[in-house]
């Protein structure tokens, strides 16, 4: 094999084209040598040193010529880095955003306990006793009475067997995903699923099967599709186990997921069922105890529950909740739990706090109920605006009826009208996602978030300012 | 173990590779220690060591692994049979017919190795975790399946096992007035994200302070050190790039390089020959079977191994990756704020430039007392992560006490709160880690790791010895951390302990003392050499005359 040698004058890819062979060429020239001289055979003639060299030179003008791209792609001038809202002081009920006073659309502080005294005095007891961090994983004296305790009630709060916490609401289901289904299993999952959900999906290497948000049908087609294939090789599928994954009351379109139809498909066609419910969690049901209290489903029935208590409980960090069967096993394989800090205690005293606050006044929920029905109502018939998600939904979306035709656009309109509501004290934001990485990318829209601590009257206004700004924007 | 004031000989020009010839990470296997400056990349002697065991302590490690699991074959069979009552949860009746959750083989080592030392992990404490803490008393009736508190509390346990570094974990409250005030203003949560309504101005004040504290331009932080990893690895790299990624870097680096769809390649742990092998064959030969060249290459390394103590060669790494164009991303989860002349990490320790290394990555729960992660570099990268985090789109914003936990203990190892009291606990943790290695040695354990490096493993070797260990020691009244397989090699079980600038010289000294009964009753000083606590003439032990 003859070396080329790489001419100056040839383009970048044709250089590179030579370059490739000629790295193959001096390195399997190298091999040939070697191998000969594993033999005894003393091949130190000129002629061969100077290829050698000739190829050792080569392999210092492709490091020297190799240009990596950069790290991270330049920003282009013309569209400068949005930057991001500033909050001065709590972000609580009235909220100070970028130096104005408005009152707050945005936040999940669903049951307002952010701003609670009694959750503020248990945290400051907590950190006084404990200081704020815990230094270590929670197998390795990370482990505090507070989060065993914190455990204990929410196991109690739910009425299952056990409970375990994450200190990041994100890695929850997203740790809890990959413990248990793994490469060759399948999972189930709707379209509208969170981020959180999809990560974990991806770190589970399982195969991933979608169905239609919220379709039952479509679900139903796929688990017999699935059963056919099952037929063909019944050895595989005795031992690939099966999930569905669903959340309780979907963040990306404010519905909720038809529990009763899903546990009747899971006795049919053998399938788990795991329930994420961190924005159902606190606000449907009689109790707060979530989708399965909505619709008297025996927990039971429900494999594994994950939530995160950064909405309802208005603290850090994440559960999950079910039998020990399922949940101990998460001690050892959760990486989120295994691997990393525990949550700070006065974070979980102060989800004590507010997990006792939710058990004593079983009002709030109903109350936060007919807010929701009430502003659902009133945003009805906006003309330009649609109202996606249930009424009892607590944190829906308002989407534009008619799409101008390019997203960044249908972007740019949602957020005039953000800033026009944000100027006459209403906060509000977009509901922000990363385009590139979500599988099925929802259209833009405004989330509206409803909180018990709203008022009747700020709830119409917020309405009114909502179909003014439609009005002068949209029109 | 010298403290060099005498000329370094080694990696002297006339003799360049003398001492590197067959060795692992710098060390012979008859366990030589090696300082060297590898022709004045270090400015001063880089010592390790990672002595090997005789041989029949991995033959007794292996037998012992072989009659626990023979014995769990056994106790799995007469469970099979219902000779035994099994203590494990069951499935549900009406689940019965569907797929087993789990495989029996998967929980085999879960069932019959690990449930019988499982007393010495996960145990609860009800205090502060400084250098002294409260346990609670825990006692099993079932051999270690269900546990018990008997509500008693075992008080004035030596800490040998929170990650403490410099003592931040204290509720004085002269310390901790502005904690209580940020959450009395604050509460505890945020509910809400970044980019949405989750950025709070104590965040934009602590970012601005974690650059300063770094000396780069811009920092960004983030609610929990493992998901910096897991969910910024992904925003900076995808496919067509390559990632180099050390042998035992942490899990949330390797989900971090795995969910970014990057090609892996593994170098031998801290071995710069591996390493620039990986990153010659990258450069010339491009992707696997098409040739085209990597769009990035990305070196990941951490500061401070946790398992082993060993400190990454970072002037080495810097110099490949100038010569190679390859990105260096550094996690300083454990050594940040623990090594240094003034606590700022590695980069100081081996009085490097950070703004050579592109990504600076650390966490908060080790030497500040809190928690979260941060990530600091150019002002591009972090205004590029702003934007393309998966944190910063979908997650929580740092709960705001925590945050000014970060502020105030920050503020206190720059000195701009007005006192030493920072820069005393940096000194008193770099002489405390001195002491404390110093004499292990000296007693003629094996030590694992770099002499300046505050995690201090100690070999056990054996698994009955774990369990052993672990109980011996708290029966003294100290609380360590033992750790086996699988999270270390199947031979190399060990005790981690990490000093802290807390431990005063009297309770070292009680663990010191406990450790000398302790080796001597179990066994554990395996060490071949003899080492005298007066210091070392000369650097060489072995002459050669030059002719």
């Known amino acids: 094999m003859t070396l080329a040698p790489a001419d100056a004058g040839q383009q970048q890819d044709g250089v590179r084209a030579t370059v490739g062979v000629s790295g193959d060429g001096a390195s399997l020239l190298r091999a040939q040598a070697n191998r000969e001289l594993k033999e005894g055979i003393k091949l130190k003639t000129p002629k061969f040193f100077k290829k050698l060299t000739a190829s050792m030179n080569e392999i210092e003008e492709i490091i020297e010529e190799w240009q990596p791209e950069p790290l991270v792609p330049r920003m282009s001038k013309e569209k400068p880095a949005p930057s991001y809202n500033i909050v001065s002081g709590p972000p609580c009920h009235k909220i100070t955003v970028n130096g104005k006073q408005c009152i707050n659309f945005a936040s999940f502080n669903f049951l307002g306990l952010l701003d609670n005294d009694r959750v503020k005095n248990q945290a400051l007891q907590s950190l006084r006793k404990y200081g704020v961090g815990t230094c270590g994983p929670r197998g390795f004296y990370g482990t505090f009475d507070v989060h065993l305790e914190l455990e204990d ?10 409970a375990i916490i994450y200190s990041y609401g994100f890695a929850t289901i997203a740790s809890a995903i990959p413990a248990y289904s793994k490469r060759g299993d399948i999972v189930f999952v709707d379209e509208a699923a969170c981020f959180s959900i999809q990560k974990g999906l991806q770190a589970s290497r399982s195969h991933i099967k979608y169905f239609r948000h919220n379709d039952m049908e479509d679900l139903e087609r796929i688990l ?12 595989k599928a005795r031992v690939t186990r099966r999930f569905i994954v669903v959340e309780g009351l979907y963040m990306n379109t404010g519905a909720i997921c038809p529990l009763p139809e899903l546990v009747k498909l899971k006795y049919k066609y053998k399938v788990r069922i795991f329930l994420e419910e961190s924005l159902s969690f606190g606000v449907l049901g009689q109790h707060g105890r979530g989708v399965t209290e909505h619709f008297g489903v025996n927990i039971d029935d429900i494999d594994l529950i994950s939530a995160n208590m950064e909405n309802s409980l208005a603290s850090v960090g994440g559960f999950c909740c079910g039998r020990s069967f399922v949940i101990d096993h998460q001690r050892l394989s959760g990486q989120g739990y295994c691997f990393s800090a525990s949550l700070p205690p006065m974070l979980a005293s102060a989800a004590i706090e507010a997990l006792n606050i939710m058990e004593e006044d079983q009002d709030i929920f109903r109350l936060l109920r007919d807010k929701c029905k009430l502003i659902h109502k009133e945003l009805q018939g906006i003309s330009g605006l649609k109202v996606v998600g249930e009424s009892i939904s607590p944190a829906f979306h308002l989407q534009l009826e008619q799409s101008s035709g390019s997203r960044e656009s249908d972007v740019r309109i949602l957020n005039r009208i953000v800033e026009y509501c944000m100027d006459r004290k209403i906060a509000l934001t977009q509901a922000h996602y990363l385009e590139k990485e979500e599988k099925f990318l929802p259209p833009p829209s405004i989330r509206v978030v409803v909180t018990v601590e709203q008022t009747e009257e700020e709830l119409e206004m917020a309405a009114n300012l909502i179909k003014e700004a439609a009005q002068n924007i949209l029109q | 173990m010298a403290h060099t004031s005498a000329p370094v000989r080694n990696g002297h020009p006339l003799h360049p590779g003398k001492n590197d010839v067959g060795l692992r990470n710098g060390f012979s296997k008859n366990g030589q220690h090696l300082h060297h400056t590898k022709g004045g990349l270090y400015k001063r002697p880089f010592t390790e060591s990672f002595e090997q065991a005789p041989l029949y302590v991995a033959v007794l490690t292996y037998m012992g692994f072989g009659v626990v699991t023979l014995f769990g074959y056994f106790r799995d069979f007469l469970r099979a049979w ?9 499935e549900r009746e009406e689940q019965k017919d569907f797929v087993p959750l789990y495989q029996d083989f998967e929980n085999f080592y879960t069932r019959n190795l690990y449930m019988r030392v499982r007393d010495n992990w996960n145990r609860p404490i009800c205090s502060l975790p400084g250098p002294q803490f409260d346990l609670m008393e825990r006692v099993s009736d079932d051999y270690n399946w269900t546990f018990r508190h008997t509500g008693k509390v075992i008080d004035g346990v030596i800490n040998m096992g929170s990650y403490n570094y410099l003592g931040f974990a204290e509720n004085d409250p002269t310390f901790l007035t502005s904690v209580e005030e940020s959450n009395e203003k604050y509460g505890s949560g945020v509910c809400s994200t970044r980019q949405e309504m989750g950025n709070l101005d104590i965040h934009e004040e602590l970012e ?21 990893n897991a969910m910024n690895i992904p925003a900076l790299v995808g496919k067509g ?43 010339v030969h491009g992707q696997p079977r098409s040739h085209r060249p990597w769009k990035k290459i990305l070196i990941i390394v951490e500061g401070i191994y946790s398992m082993e103590g060993s400190i990454v060669r970072l002037p080495e790494i810097i110099a490949l990756k100038k010569k190679y164009k390859a990105y260096l991303y550094l996690d300083e989860a454990h050594s940040i704020g623990a090594v240094g002349p003034t606590g700022r990490g590695v980069v100081e320790f081996f009085e490097l430039d950070p703004r050579d290394i592109d990504v600076l990555m650390g966490t908060f729960t080790k030497s500040f007392g809190s928690s979260g992660g ?16 998966h944190s910063a789109v979908y997650a929580t914003s740092m709960s705001p006490p925590v945050a ?9 190892i720059m000195g701009l709160d007005g006192t030493t009291i920072g820069i005393q606990r940096v000194r008193r943790l770099a002489e405390n880690t001195r002491y404390f290695r110093q004499r292990l040695n000296e007693m003629g354990f094996i030590i694992y790791g770099h002499e300046e490096s505050p995690v201090v493993p100690l070999l056990l070797f054996m698994p009955g010895k774990v369990g052993a260990f672990a109980r011996e020691m708290l029966k003294r009244k100290i609380g360590v951390v033992v750790v086996g397989f699988p999270a270390t090699p199947i031979t190399e079980a060990r005790a981690r302990f990490c000093v802290s600038a807390a431990h005063t010289t009297p309770m070292l000294d009680k663990v010191l003392n406990a450790l000398d009964e302790l080796g001597d009753h179990l066994v554990l000083k395996y060490s071949r050499h003899t080492r005298s606590s007066r210091p070392e003439l000369y650097d060489e032990t072995s002459f050669e005359m030059d002719d």
């Open chain 1, 153 to 162: 009630r929410l196991a109690k709060f739910m009425r299952t067997e056990e």
């Open chain 1, 224 to 235: 017999k599709q699935q059963e056919l294939e099952d037929q063909k090789n019944p050895r």
């Open chain 2, 82 to 90: 219902g000779f035994e009552k099994c203590n494990l949860a069951q």
């Open chain 2, 208 to 228: 601005k302070l974690v650059a300063t504290f770094l000396g780069v331009e811009s920092a960004m932080t983030f609610g929990m050190g493992f998901a910096t």
């Open chain 2, 241 to 283: 790039c390559l990632i180099l990624s050390d042998e035992l870097n942490h899990t949330s680096l390797v989900l971090g390089a795995r969910l970014s769809g990057s090609t892996i390649r593994v170098f031998k742990h801290n071995n710069m020959q591996s390493l620039e092998k990986l990153l010659r064959d990258a450069v």
């Open chain 2, 374 to 389: 941060y990530i600091a570099g150019k002002k591009e990268l972090v205004d590029f992560l702003r934007l393309h985090s």
């Open chain 2, 404 to 412: 000014e936990q970060i502020l105030r203990s920050m503020k206190c």
